[in-house]
Nanobody, 123 residues
């Protein structure tokens, strides 16, 4: 069973950066695609980024393009999300998710989830 644990959240001011990490255990990430989802207060979980297990191709939501960078380190069995130029709208819980196949923006396609890490962007 693949298990995921997020870390790296916190309170930052607008314009600052955070790097979220997703540590995997139980199985290696080589054959899994990894996604990060954002759940803003009172809203549904939405995909912000995904990285393929096949060719490391990536997907970014329009709201984070040019600001966020997803990466995957198979040797470390981990993934990360570098978040720059953070905005108050980026506030919420960030979840790491994984599954086999192809990147999806539909959260129902993911069987494996971490518990999330809180990101708060406020001045």
């Amino acid at each position: 069973q693949l298990q995921l644990v997020e870390s790296g959240g916190g309170l930052v001011q607008p314009g600052e950066s955070l790097r979220l990490s997703c540590a995997a255990s139980g199985r290696t990430l080589d054959n899994y695609y990894i996604a990060w989802f954002h759940q803003a207060p009172g809203k549904e979980r939405a995909a912000v980024s995904c990285i393929s297990s096949v060719d490391d191709s990536t997907y970014y939501a329009d709201s984070v393009k040019g600001r966020f960078t997803i990466s995957k380190n198979n040797s470390a069995n981990a993934a990360s999300l570098q978040m720059n130029s953070l905005k108050p709208d980026d506030t919420g819980v960030y979840y790491c998710a994984a599954d086999r196949g192809f990147c999806h923006v539909d959260s129902a396609k993911y069987r494996y989830w971490g518990r999330g890490t809180q990101v708060t962007v406020a001045s």
